[in-house]
């Protein structure tokens, strides 16, 4: 099953865009790369996905280069709600990884 | 919006009992999954399905098996409920083809005494 690593936890102001990088092994040619959003006893929230390049949504943006070895989930202007813990995904026959847990300070 | 629904928030079971954790979802999809959490552990795959009947194994089956009999629903049994299942458990669904976003149930927080 295909894995991925990311940072264990990041710390940001108010404001500020905080920039979350996932590695993929052995991801598959056909899969997109997700990321998910979770907050205490709740199940993941689906955040964005893409296949490759650049994908930009109302809440963040994913960075995938031409290897698609990793991914990089950009959050702009973060807010203390942003609080969370962001999971990366290569799915298909993937698991999820430890995630990332984000606390944003005033 | 896509419903995935979950039989319970909170069960509590003795050790050595039979366990049925359900699972419906109301969007037709072909994929469904169980997965576990724990502190520090992030989400491990336990069992995935990706059409009726039909299973495979993720990173942590043992203790667990499922069913599968109709699209909408897949169920997670503990065969013999042990402590050490003690957890958070999370079904998800997921369509078969293109994207796959997956939409998360609630969770049941199982306590095995």
């Known amino acids: 099953l295909a894995k991925t690593t990311q940072p264990i936890s990041m710390d940001s102001y108010e404001g500020q865009e905080v920039n979350i990088t996932c590695s993929h092994n052995?991801?598959?040619?056909?899969?997109?790369i997700t990321w998910y959003q979770q907050f205490p006893s709740q199940g993941p929230r689906f955040i964005i996905q893409g296949y490759k390049t650049k994908v930009t949504n109302e809440v963040a943006s994913l960075f995938i280069p031409a290897d698609r070895k990793s991914s990089t989930l950009s959050l702009p202007r973060v807010s203390l709600s942003d609080t969370a813990v962001y999971y990366c995904l290569a799915p298909g026959k993937s698991t999820f990884g430890d995630g990332t847990t984000l606390t944003v300070k005033p | 919006d896509v419903k995935v629904t979950q039989s319970s928030r909170y069960l509590v079971k003795r050790t050595g009992e039979k366990v049925f954790l359900e699972c419906v979802q109301d969007?037709?999809?072909?994929?469904m999954f169980w997965y576990r959490q724990d502190p520090g552990l992030g989400l491990r795959l336990i069992y995935f399905?990706?059409?009726?009947?039909?299973?495979e194994k993720g990173d942590i089956p043992e203790g667990y098996s499922v069913s599968r009999e109709k699209k909408e629903r897949f169920s997670l049994i503990l065969e013999s409920a042990s402590t050490n299942q003690t957890s958070m458990y999370l079904c998800a669904s997921s369509p078969s083809t293109g994207a796959y976003e997956q939409y998360f149930g609630p969770g049941t927080r199982l306590t095995v005494t």
């Open positions: 052995n991801i598959a040619t056909n899969d997109y």
């Open positions: 399905s990706y059409d009726v009947k039909m299973k």
């Open positions: 969007m037709d999809h072909e994929n």
